[in-house]
């Protein structure tokens, strides 16, 4: 039965790009000769480390989301013990109900964009159907075109997803805080 797993390691901060790359790969076809799927892979690269860890204040931090069968999990557990780059590594079972909702926003996602993109070929397609018709020279873009939003509204970027707020809703929002000059007598 195969599961959702998180792998977090932390490397050697000497550790050259060649030696992290090697040590990706080295884990991918584990992965892959167990018939398991390495899903996502997060470098966060070179952090302090809460404690010294022979004799090291930093660390590269890598973390991969995968989906394995148990026995992957001990190979690499196995792989990771005896790599003298490896400080220390930790192979967490993900929550399903989590690994789920994140698989359903990234189809959302994935929707949007593919909508979005047939939607630019259309009215590109549309234009030049149009000057085909009158015989006139067109200009294609060199960049995707990007469609107008709503004029008067106003985008705050949260983590998800963009809100939008209509001019109605944000004379409701509250104005920032200012910090207050002090005056010295």
């Not at 992957?72 to 990771?80: G, I, K, N």
């Not at 939607?119 to 030049?128: I, R, V, Y």
């Not at 963009?162 to 409701?172: F, R």
């Amino acid at each position: 039965m195969r599961r959702d797993y998180e792998l977090g390691f932390i490397l050697n901060p000497e550790v050259s790009e060649e030696q992290t790359s090697a040590i990706l790969e080295r884990l991918e076809k584990i992965v892959k000769n167990y018939d398991g799927q390495v899903v996502k892979v997060n470098q966060w690269g070179r952090r302090r480390l809460a404690y010294p860890i022979e004799h090291h204040r930093d660390g590269y931090y890598v973390f991969i989301d995968m989906i394995l069968t148990p026995e992957t999990v001990l190979e690499l557990d196995r792989t990771l013990k005896v790599s003298e780059e490896v400080m220390r590594h930790l192979v967490k079972r993900r929550d399903p109900k989590a690994v789920q909702k994140e698989r359903e926003e990234r189809e959302e996602r994935e929707a949007r964009a593919a909508a979005a993109a047939s939607q630019n070929q259309a009215s590109t397609t549309t234009e030049l159907e149009a000057a085909v018709e009158a015989q006139e020279p067109v200009e294609l873009a060199a960049e995707p075109v990007e469609l107008a939003a709503e004029p008067e509204a106003e985008v705050l970027v949260g983590e998800e997803e963009p809100i939008v707020l209509s001019p109605e809703e944000i004379q409701y929002v509250p104005p920032a805080i200012e910090e207050e000059e002090t005056i010295e007598a």
